[in-house]
């Protein structure tokens, strides 16, 4: 039996890996095959880091200190797993204000 310190190393490493190219994803978008090597790497991981999860649970662990949070963050890397997959071939969904033409528009002023 694997003992639960050792799932609760495993978990953290994941969720660590999950969140390191979920950040550098953008990235890895300037080449679209890179971007879907990406995207299924992180749907991978963070379905792996979901499974970890609930066997921590299930096995009386704690993660960071809380013996209930295994549970949500399972089902939060579910979520993001599915959303991680999610192409919108760099399209701008937010309509917010863009740093870069903030930058640009401060410079020609």
Do not use: D
Not at 34 to 57: C, K, R
Not at 66 to 94: D, F, R, T
């Amino acid at each position: 039996m694997v003992e639960v310190a050792t799932i609760e190393i495993i978990a953290q490493s994941l969720c660590f890996i999950s969140l390191f190219f979920f950040v550098f994803i953008a990235s890895f978008s300037r080449s679209e095959k890179l971007e879907l090597i990406a995207q299924n790497f992180i749907m991978i991981s963070l379905l792996l880091t979901a499974l970890v999860l609930w066997w921590l649970s299930l096995s009386g662990g704690e993660l960071w200190g809380s013996n209930y949070l295994p549970k949500p963050l399972s089902l939060l890397c579910v979520i993001v797993a599915i959303a991680a997959k999610l192409n919108i071939k760099g399209e701008n969904l937010s309509f917010g204000a863009n740093p870069h033409t903030i930058g640009k528009n401060l410079e020609e002023e």
